[in-house]
C-alpha cells in the first residue's frame, strides 16, 4: 500500500443492515469499497449498493449549494440568503393561513442519518403545524400501531431472532433482495444457510416466487391482500387443536379470556379460496409452527401495505405470542441497543398519542403526530379553511414513492411555497422553490440510533466521515439547527447559550453513557469496527409501556377491526389482474438510480406477469404493454415468468424518472415508469390509513 492510501472503516447507511465497509482511498478518490471482516455485525458481507456510495458522493447532479427556482431556471444562492427565503416564505404564510398551512414532509433516508434523527423534529416542531406526513404511511405504520396499542410503544418492534430460531415463516418480505427490514441482519443469505443447516425450516408466503423463496424450505402463493384471513386460520387451527400455551401465559400478558371465539370463523378450508391456499397447506403450516422448539413469523411491508396491514401485524405478534415464541431466544425478540432510543423518546410511553386530530377531507387519526401521507394532496387540492398552502419536504420524494403521484403533482403545483432539503433536484424537489442541500454518506459521521434498536444482534459502531464537507456545505443537522433558531417563537434562556454546543457527537456520547453497556464516544471510536454486545435477550415485562406495565392480547380497535372483515366471496373481478410491488437488490426506493453501475444489466422496471395471463392477451416478454388503473396509466416492458401466480402482475416502485425538469443524468438513461401513477390514495388501511399498495386492481393489454 503506498504511502497516500489509506483505509477508512464505516457502517452503510443505504438501507437497515447496517454493513460494515472498509474503503480504501488515495488523495480523495476512492480506490475500492469492501466488506469489513472485522464488522462483528456483517462479518463481511456487503451488496452492490455499497459501491453506489461513492458515486453519490462523486455525482455532478448532486446539489452542493442552496439553489432558488426563478424564471430562468434554477440558480445557486448563497446558505444566507437561502436561509432567509425560507424564512420569510414560511412566515408569510403562517400569517396569511395559520401554522396548519404548512405541511411537512419526511422520507426514509431521515432515518438513516444521525443529524436527522437528532435535529430534525425540533424545526418540524417549530412550524407547529398538524399536517405532518412521512414515508412511515407508505411503509411500516402498522407495526407501530400494533406496538403500540399490545406493547404501550410504537417503536418497541419485535424483530425475528433470526440466529436461533427453528422455524421462520415469513410472509410479504423478500430480504434476500432488500436485506431486511424491521430485522437488520446483515448477509441474509447466510443467516438462512446456517438456519436450514441448523435443521431448521424457513417458509415464504408471497404472490411471487422470489429470490428468498428460492432458498426456503418451503413457497405459498398468496393472493394479494389476504394475508390478513391465512393468519387468522392459523390461530384458528392454534386453538381448536390446542396448541397454544393457553392459561400458561406469564403474569404480564393481559387479554386471553377475549381470544375466546374469535376465531372461529376463520377455518382453513373458509379462508382456502380466499387466500388461494389450500386448507391442508394452511393447517400443516400451524402445526409445524407450534411444534418447531422455536419459530417466528415475520411480516413485512407486502403485509403492511395492504388494506388490513394493522390487522396482520397484530395477528403475527399473536401467532408469535401464544405459542411461547415471544421475548425469548429463537422466537420474535427486541435489541437491547446502546442507547435506548425509545426510552428517551418517550419516556413515559406514548399511548396517547393517536387520534387527537383528523385529517380535515378524509378524517384519518392522527398517530404519533403524523396524519397519512396518502391524504396528503387532497389536503392540498381542497379548498377551505385549514387547506395546506406550502410544504416542507425533506430526503423524500413522495410523488414516486406516495399513492397517485400524479395527483401530488397536482398538488405541489398548487402551493403558494415549498422548500425542500435534499440532495438532488427530482421528480419531487423540482417543484421546490428553494432547495437546501445537506452533506450525504460519506461527508458525515454516522451512528444507526434507529436500526441498533431494530438489530438481531446486538452491537454498537461510530463511523466518523471519511471526506471533509465540500467548501461551504452544511450537514443536515446544522440545517436544521439554523431553521429551528429562525422559526421557534420563543427560545428559552437555556435553549440560547446551550446551542453552539449541541452537536451530534455529543448528544451520542450523553445517550452511550445513559445506556446499558457503561459505554461513551471516546470509548466506541477505540472500535473502528464495532462493538459486539451480544445476542438479543428478554427485555419484558420490564420494557412494556402500557400504562398497566401488561401486554395486551386483544386490544378493542383491532378486535373491532377484524369482526368487520367479512369472509364472502369479493365477486366477479372483470378481467382485472392484481398489481403488487418488489424491490430489486440494484435500486435503492426512487433516488439510487443515477449510479449507473449500480442499475447496469437488464432493465429492471418491467412487468412480471404470468404466462397464462400473458397467453390469453397475446403478451411475449418484451413486448410494451399497457397497464390502466382507475388512476391512471403507464407502458412498459412485459417479462413473461412463472414466479408470479395467475391473476397477479408486478412492478417494482422508485422509477418513473421521464418527468420534466429533473436534473438526473438517469432520467433519459433509465427512467423506468412509477407504479404509484397506478396507485390508489384512497386505497388504505383501514385502521391506520397507511398506503394500501397490494393488490391494486389493473387491466393490462398489449400496447400499440
Ligand atoms: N408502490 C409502492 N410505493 C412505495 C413502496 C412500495 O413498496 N411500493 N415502498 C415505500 C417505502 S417502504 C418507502 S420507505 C418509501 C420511500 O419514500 P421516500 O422516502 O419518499 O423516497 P426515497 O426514494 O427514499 O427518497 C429519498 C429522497 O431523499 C433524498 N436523499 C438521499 N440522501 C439524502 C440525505 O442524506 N439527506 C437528504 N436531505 N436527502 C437525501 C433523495 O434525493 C430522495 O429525494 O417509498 C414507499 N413507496
Ligand atoms: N435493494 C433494496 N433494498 C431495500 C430497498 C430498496 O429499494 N432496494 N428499500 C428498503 C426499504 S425502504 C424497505 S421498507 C425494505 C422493505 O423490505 P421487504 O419488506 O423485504 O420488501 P420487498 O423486497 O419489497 O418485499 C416485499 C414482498 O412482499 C410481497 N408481497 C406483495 N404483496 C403481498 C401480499 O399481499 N401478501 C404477501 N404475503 N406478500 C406480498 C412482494 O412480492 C415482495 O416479495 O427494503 C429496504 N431495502
Ligand atoms: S445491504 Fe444495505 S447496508 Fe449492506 S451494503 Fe447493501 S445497502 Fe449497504
Ligand atoms: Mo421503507
Redesign the pocket.
Known sequence: MSENTHIHYRTCNL??AMCGLEITYRNGEILSIKGDKEDPFSKGYI?P?AVALQDVYCDPDRLRKPVRKTNNGWEEISWKNAFDLVESGLKDIQKKYGNDAIAIYQG?PSVHSIGMMLFSSTFFKALRTKNRFSATSV??LPHHFASQFMFGHSFLLPVPDINRTQYFLV?????I?????IMSAAGMPEKINLLQARGGKMIV????Y?ETALKADRHIF?K????VFFLAAILHVFFNNGLTKQGHFPKWITGEEKLKGIFDRFSPERVAKITGIPAQTITTTAFEFSAASSAVCYG????ST?QHGTLCQWLINLINIVTGNFDRPGGAMFSNPAIDVIKYSAPKGTMDKYNRWQSRVRRYPEFGGQLPVAALAEECLTPGDGQIKALVTSAGNPVLSTPNGRQLEMALTSLDFMVSIDIYINETTRFADIILPPTTGLETEHYDLAFHAIAVHNTAKYSPPLFAPSNGARHDWQIYKELTRRMKKHRTFVEKISDPFITPSRMLNHGLKKGLYNLNLRKLKKYPHGIDLGPLKPVFPESLYTPDKMLHLVPEIFVNGLRKISLDPTGNTNGSLSL??????R???SWMHNSLRLVKGPNRCTLMINPLDAEIRNICSGDPVTVTSANGEVVLPADVTEQLMPGVV?IPH?WGHNRSGIRLKTAKLHPGVSINDLTDHLFVDNISGNAAF??VKVHVILAD
Open positions: 438501507c437497515e451488496c449498493k426514509n411503509d411500516q410472509l410479504g418480505a423478500n430480504p433482495a432488500s436485506n431486511g427490514s408466503v408471497d404472490p411471487r422470489t398468496i394479494p391482500g389476504t394475508d413485512r411491508i407486502g403485509v395492504q403488487i410491488g418488489r424491490r430489486h437488490l435500486s435503492n426506493n408486478s422508485g397490494s393488490g
